[in-house]
């Protein structure tokens, strides 16, 4: 191998490794702090009475499994951490969990205004 193909060999076999390196969870990992978690608790204290598609909203985050809850916590912590805005968010579960969710919707976003910095 000549001398000049040595650092281009070099700098290409660096690049593959770090581009294997990371962690093996996805980025939008509800793991991502502990802030998320403390937001829904939040939610569900101040607006756990209202419903989300048709049922109490503190019943669907304290449903341990199913797609409403994943989906629920997934687009609440998306809101939460900015990765996706107000408009995106309600439309999101509307169309997930029909249902008169405005009042819900009203109350979540009343919460994340309370947050510091928002």
């Known amino acids: 191998m000549s001398s000049s193909i040595r650092p281009l060999t070099a700098l290409l076999a660096s690049l593959a490794l770090a581009g294997c ?12 702090a502990s802030g998320d ?3 829904v608790d939040q939610i569900v204290k101040a607006c756990g009475k209202l419903e989300m598609g048709r049922q109490p909203l503190s019943y669907l985050v304290q ?3 199913g797609d409403a809850n994943i989906d629920f916590i997934d ?7 900015g990765r996706i805005d107000r408009e ?3 439309s999101h579960l509307n169309t997930f969990l029909p249902g008169d969710n405005g009042p ?15």
Do not use: M
């Open 75 to 81: 687009q609440t912590s998306k809101l939460y951490f």
């Open 104 to 118: 819900a919707l009203k109350c979540i976003f009343a919460q994340l205004d309370q947050l510091p910095g928002r």
């Open 37 to 39: 978690d403390a937001f």
């Open 88 to 90: 995106g968010y309600a």
């Open 63 to 65: 449903v341990e499994t």
């Open 21 to 32: 390196g990371g962690s093996l969870v996805a980025p939008d990992s509800l793991d991502e």
